[in-house]
């Protein structure tokens, strides 16, 4: 087989300091994992609120798994749709304060499943510059007018509103940004496409479980409803700790979904244990307000501690507090010299984010102790 040059592609990745690598995890999902048999402190995962190893939330996929089995067996239209899965989409739907609900595999499944059902040639979508890889490939792969509009800069928005000439348009947006950890104009945003007859598509994947007091995400946090934001997307592997996703919206919408959307329809559904797993870290998610408490306390000792020691930390008030370096090779071997000091904090490059853009991506849990934040503010210390 012709390999077309994949090994020259694969030394040049090396020698740009964008190769990327796997590590090996030895334990389960915490604040301290074990990786080549060593404990480290981990501050890259997305397990917002510390529920990934919680004893409820394996107890409910324990007892489920007895109950339902492992796998689905089949899609959600033939045979894999069971009791577990419809009452995770009623629960969602009441949470979030809409019709209906519509559970996805994975998050990119979803956001490609939506654009891909909704729009097609004729139609335009506009979309922020920096939102996530599936957002943009759903809107590529549509077959729509695909424009990208400044991040975060509803003038930028305006203008290229104003030279659509579709008549159905949809702007799509992050709710938390993945990388920079910001914070999307919700509310101009809303405003705007009700001004201009355009939906609002928000993918709150980082912000869901988070933000908002019950953990309504952005969403909730910016107080809109249902005819502000028509199409809500969230993940559960996140603040969730578990795995899958959901679109939420009118019934209208779930219908044509049901309908229409490819990932939906042709793909196997999650296993029902994690339906149920996933119900239970909804309940404590909205009970236990304590862990969204507790993340922003710590949010703010890492702002202050970080600005004291004068890292680059960019604006975000969010879990996600990156820290700017912009060379990928240093921030490679910064990565590396926190992992010898027993601290795991991942490097972002591009592409995953722009060039220039190369950053260290901090990330908190609820689970995390202040003497964790000053033990991560140690090493970077040492490290920067």
């Given at each position: ?217 952005l969403v909730e946090h ?96 969010s879990a996600i507090q ?63």
């Amino acid at each position: 087989m012709k390999d077309f040059a994949l090994e020259n592609e694969l030394e040049r990745l090396k020698q740009q300091g964008l190769y990327r690598s796997r590590r090996v995890i030895e334990s389960p999902q915490a604040i301290r994992i074990i990786i080549d048999g060593r404990k480290v402190l981990n501050f890259c995962s997305n397990d917002y609120l510390g529920l990934a190893n919680h004893p409820q939330v394996i107890a409910a996929f324990q007892q489920a798994a007895n109950q339902y089995g492992i796998g689905s067996g089949s899609a959600h239209l033939i045979c894999g749709h069971s009791t577990a899965h419809h009452a995770l989409e009623e629960e969602i739907a009441t949470f979030t304060g809409r019709e209906r609900a519509l559970l996805f595999s994975t998050g990119y499944m979803a956001n490609i499943g939506v654009l891909s059902a909704l729009l097609g040639r004729g139609d335009d979508v506009l979309e922020d510059k920096l939102n996530h890889a599936s957002l943009l490939d759903g809107g590529l792969l549509s077959g729509a007018g695909f424009k990208r509009y400044l991040h975060a800069n509803t003038e930028s928005l305006e203008q290229k509103l104003k030279r659509s000439k579709a008549v159905k348009k949809i702007i799509v947006t992050d709710g938390v940004f993945s990388m920079d950890g910001d914070v999307a104009p919700l509310v101009e945003l809303a405003n705007i496409a009700q001004q201009n007859d355009a939906a609002l598509m928000v993918d709150d994947a980082h912000g869901f479980g988070v933000l908002g007091q019950t953990g309504g995400g952005l969403v909730e946090h910016c107080a809109l409803t249902q005819a502000d934001v028509p199409i809500l997307m969230g993940t559960f592997g996140k603040a969730f700790g578990t795995a899958g996703a959901f679109v939420a919206g009118s019934n209208a919408l779930i219908e044509t979904l049901i309908q229409k959307s490819r990932p939906y329809i042709y793909t196997t559904a999650m296993p029902a244990a994690i339906a149920s797993a996933t119900s239970t870290s909804l309940e404590l998610l909205i009970n236990e307000c304590w862990r969204r408490e507790k993340l922003r306390t710590l949010i703010m000792q890492f702002k202050q501690g970080a600005k004291q020691l004068g890292l680059s930390i960019m604006d975000s008030n969010s879990a996600i507090q990156p820290i700017l370096v912009g060379d990928p090779q240093k921030a490679v071997a910064m990565s590396q010299n926190l992992l010898e000091l027993g601290v795991l904090v991942t490097a972002i490059r591009p592409p995953t984010v722009a060039k220039g853009q190369t950053r260290l991506r901090v990330t908190f849990s609820a689970n995390h102790q202040t003497s964790d934040v000053n033990s991560l503010l140690n090493a970077l210390e040492q490290v920067s």
